[in-house]
C-alpha cells in the first residue's frame, strides 16, 4: 500500500519559483520510479520529470527541461520538484505518481504507466 501527498504549490509570478514536495509512505514494495505530471482543464496530463528511486537517476521532460529539477531525499521518503524561471503556461494541477514499471530499466514518461497517484498540488503562475 502507498499514499502519495503533495504540497508546495500556489501562486507565483512569471520568472518566479516553486518547490513542489511529495511524501511517500509505503508498507512495503517500494516503487522504483517517482514521476511529476500535470494537468490543465480540458488537456491530458502530461509527464514533467521521473526519477529512479534505486539509482537517482533523472529524466526532465522537453517542455520544462532546463527549468525543472527533480530530486528526492531517500531517508525522508520525499520526491522534489523544483521549479524555476515559471511561466503563466505552467499554469497546471501538479500530481506526483509511482510505479515499478520500468522500460528497458528506466522510468516511464507517460501517465498510463503510473499506477498510484497524489491529490495533486495547483500552481498557477501569472504574468
Known amino acids: 500500500q502507498i499514499q502519495l501527498v503533495e504540497s508546495g504549490g500556489g501562486s507565483v509570478q512569471s520568472g518566479g519559483s516553486l518547490t513542489l514536495s511529495c511524501t511517500v509512505s509505503e508498507s512495503n514494495n517500494r516503487r522504483a520510479c517517482m514521476g511529476w505530471f500535470r494537468q490543465t482543464p480540458g488537456k491530458e496530463r502530461e509527464g514533467v520529470a521521473s526519477?529512479?528511486?534505486?539509482?537517482?537517476?533523472?529524466s526532465v521532460f522537453d517542455s520544462v527541461k532546463g527549468r525543472f529539477t527533480i530530486s528526492q531525499n531517500n531517508a525522508k521518503n520525499i520526491v522534489y520538484l523544483q521549479m524555476n524561471s515559471l511561466k503563466p503556461e505552467d499554469t497546471a494541477m501538479y500530481f506526483c505518481a509511482a510505479t515499478s514499471t520500468t522500460l528497458n530499466n528506466l522510468c516511464p514518461r507517460y501517465p498510463a504507466s503510473y499506477h498510484d497517484w497524489g491529490q495533486g498540488t495547483q500552481v498557477t503562475v501569472s504574468s
Open positions: 526519477i529512479d528511486r534505486r539509482s537517482g537517476s533523472t
